[in-house]
């Protein structure tokens, strides 16, 4: 609510204005620097300003409960308690409908639907919320959406859906029924692919339930969805509903697929979502279950289409501003915490001011730091805690160039162009320790043969893991070369299992480990290894070398110097240590491309080159001053030269470009 205060004795002006939506008080004194016409112009800016908001309606479902007293009045959100459809008859409860905190940034709520399956009486029930009281028509619908496929593993017909919808009275009104759907099955019961996992993306001219009847237009893709994607919809130019997921455009559609009718919409719709098990139809296990889909947050651009990568800029903005919520009346909600603070603390502005995002020890993809309201290429100044280090890169997934900062920065100007440029991060210890990040075993790229279920230590884990049967996990990356210790949380009811790590489809294998007896399906315990990585972004894997246990989630760990070992490069080090060096040779060019020359202050010496990790990649020679060495076959990178002339050493580092 904007308060908009006049100090004037003049009865010219109104004393107190209210305009929905600014949350500043403006004092304006006529007599000292305001003339009425420029008050005029300021009043009709602001209520400008009022019309303009009323074309966004966000929400981040930062509430406490259902019962939050803001959740059904500030954009009119409804759960649905009690018998309802569908399915026909269908019990919905509204305690299926939760918030929880999100387990990757602790400022952030998550809004969860879930259905429930009593395994022995096949009794299930559902959960819906929708809007009640703004009417949303023409326009952008977006929302961030979490799938499961724990269906799947039961065969249970849930459906799992962001959708817009009217009146279900209107079903069978052509000229009124409007409804955009993405629904996905992950034990598909409408023909497509029988109790496999299929997503339909489906637009409606009209229905009639008895005996079935439907016009319509759909898409239906036959893979995974499971996990979080962002779904967009749009319906600005009066005949097309465009459809997306996450950034890849999924096609328009215009009219239904048997007789031609509109399915654009043709009346003011809700925005709902929805977690219901299709005609109560469920699989034959006796286990009680819970499937959850989840939300982060949706918005409604008005009259606009939006692309799905605009959407998330403007939702990175608005929590960037702390902004939690906005309405179709105009009205803002504003929630600015605290700043937060980390190992590594990220700042849009200088010098350390602006929306900041703590982060601790770990690897941060674009992705991810937008999931913690840090906008792509918008940091421009970070705290560093003493005893670490942040690599900042341009790129995703830790490519492109890279800048290391070990102490704070109030500008990264400070650094030539590096402001406003970084895309991802990684935060690890400088000394004493390294890097350390977490997988949950569930959250796979690609796997074979393997399900999810519910985990006795929270969230999922990975079962039902036979010989043969494998996980991979693209985008790990290992910020230095060197030794990393890798740590497994497993569990089996007998002994016989066996695991293998590997990198890259199995390019290189990185180790085999056992998995003992832990006594039963859900009991725990913590395995591991040292294996030694290149730097690198690779596709971590897991193999089951043979079967019979269960994993929840792998730790890599980085292993450096300080510990209990070293480095090839330190061992080398220490052979050389308290040798005398003198700089009496000069290498050229350097760097260098295909070879080198040696120039001494003898006529020979014994020349050993090794690599970065202290490995030979040029045994011990003895080369003439004067005389050049063909290198062609190394990789470009840095090396080190050792010298060994009359008893004394020299070291000096050379690059190939």
Not at 236 to 248: L, P, Q
Not at 276 to 288: C, L, Q, R
Not at 328 to 337: E, N
Request: net charge neutral; aromatic share 12%; glycine share 8%.
């Amino acid at each position: 609510m904007i308060k908009l205060q006049i100090d004037s004795k003049s009865q010219d002006f109104p004393r107190d204005i209210y305009i929905s939506e600014l949350s500043a008080v403006i004092r304006i004194k006529k007599q000292n620097f305001i003339s009425l016409s420029l008050w005029f112009c300021l009043l009709l800016y602001l209520i400008t300003q009022a019309v303009v908001s009323q074309t966004i309606m966000f929400d981040d479902f930062n509430y406490n409960a259902i019962n939050d007293s803001e959740f059904g009045k500030f954009n009119k959100w409804n759960v649905i308690n009690g018998v309802s459809g569908p399915p026909e008859g269908g019990l919905y409860l509204a305690n299926n409908v939760r918030f929880k905190n999100d387990p990757n940034n602790n400022t952030n709520r998550l809004m969860t639907l879930s259905t429930t399956v009593n395994g022995q009486t096949k009794a299930s029930t559902h959960s819906r919320v929708e809007t009640a009281g703004f009417e949303y028509f023409e326009g952008t619908y977006s929302a961030r959406v979490y799938y499961s496929d724990l269906p799947y593993k039961y065969k249970d017909a849930n459906i799992q859906t962001f959708y817009t919808i009217v009146s279900s009275a209107l079903g069978n009104d052509g000229s009124r029924y409007s409804e955009l759907d993405f629904e996905y099955m992950a034990s598909d019961k409408w023909g497509i692919s029988k109790d496999n996992k299929v997503m339909y993306l489906t637009s409606w001219n009209r229905y009639i339930p008895d005996p079935w009847q439907a016009w319509k237009r759909y898409f239906a893709y036959q893979k995974s969805f499971e996990g979080w994607h962002v779904f967009t919809v749009s319906c600005t130019d009066g005949e097309n509903v465009k459809y997306w997921i996450d950034d890849e455009y999924m096609g328009a559609m215009s009219t239904t697929d048997n007789d031609g009718s509109s399915v654009y919409p043709r009346s003011n719709m809700q925005v709902a979502f929805a977690n219901w098990i299709w005609n109560n139809v469920v699989g034959d296990s006796s286990e009680n279950r819970t499937t959850t889909m989840e939300v982060d947050w949706v918005l409604f651009s008005k009259n606009q289409e939006l692309l799905p990568q605009q959407v998330k800029n403007l939702v990175g903005t608005y929590r960037s501003q702390g902004i939690k919520r906005r309405n179709l009346a105009g009205q803002t909600f504003i929630d600015t915490p605290n700043p937060t603070t980390g190992n590594v603390t990220l700042y849009l502005d200088c010098p350390y001011s602006g929306f900041s995002a703590g982060l601790s020890e770990g690897s941060y993809t674009k992705t991810q730091l937008e999931a913690l309201g840090m906008l792509d290429n918008k940091v421009s100044s970070l705290r560093v805690k003493s005893g670490y280090k942040a690599t900042l890169y341009w790129d995703d997934n830790f490519k492109g160039a890279s800048l290391v900062k070990t102490s704070d920065d109030s500008c990264l100007n400070n650094d030539g162009s590096w402001n406003d440029k970084m895309t991802s991060i990684i935060v690890s210890k400088t000394n004493g320790g390294g890097s350390s990040q977490a997988i949950e075993a569930e959250n796979y790229t690609n796997m074979s043969g393997v399900q999810k279920e519910n985990c006795s230590e929270g969230g999922q884990n990975v079962g039902y893991i036979d010989t043969g049967d494998w996980m991979a996990y693209t985008n790990i990356n290992f910020p230095t070369s060197g030794n990393y210790r890798i740590k497994y949380r497993v569990a089996s009811l007998s002994e016989g299992g066996k695991l293998s790590a590997d990198l890259n489809a199995g390019a290189t294998v990185l180790g085999t480990l056992n998995i003992p007896s832990t006594g039963g399906w859900q009991n725990w315990t913590t395995i591991s290894h040292t294996v030694n990585v290149n730097a690198g972004t690779h596709s971590f894997g897991i193999y089951a070398v043979s079967g019979g246990w269960n994993i929840n989630w792998i730790k890599i760990t980085e292993q450096n110097t300080a510990r209990s070992f070293d480095s090839p490069l330190a061992q080398n080090a220490k052979l050389i240590k308290g040798v005398k060096e003198i700089n009496t040779t000069r290498i050229y060019p350097n760097p260098f491309t295909k070879s080198i020359q040696f120039k001494f202050d003898k006529s020979h010496a014994n020349v050993t080159i090794f690599d970065a990790l202290g490995r030979i990649v040029m045994a011990l020679k003895t080369i003439e001053s004067g005389k050049s060495i063909d290198l062609s076959n190394l990789d470009k990178g840095l090396y080190m030269v050792t010298i060994e002339k009359e008893g004394i050493k020299e070291t000096k580092r050379i690059i190939k470009e």
